[in-house]
C-alpha cells in the first residue's frame, strides 16, 4: 500500500468531528499535518 496524504475533502471532514481549539499560549501543529504523520507511519511501518 502507497502512503498518499488526505484531501481537503477527507480534511474538511476529520476537523468537523474534531472539538474545537483551546486557547493556548503555544501555536498548535496543524491537525491535518500531524494526522499525515500517524497516517505515513501506520502505511509505511517507519520503514
Known amino acids: 500500500m502507497e502512503f498518499r496524504e488526505i484531501s481537503d475533502g477527507e480534511c474538511r471532514f476529520i476537523k468537523s468531528l474534531l472539538p474545537p481549539r483551546a486557547r493556548t499560549v503555544r501555536p498548535r501543529v496543524d491537525d491535518r499535518r500531524v494526522l499525515n504523520g500517524i497516517l505515513?507511519?501506520?502505511?509505511?511501518?517507519?520503514?
Open 40 to 47: 505515513y507511519m501506520l502505511v509505511t511501518g517507519c520503514k
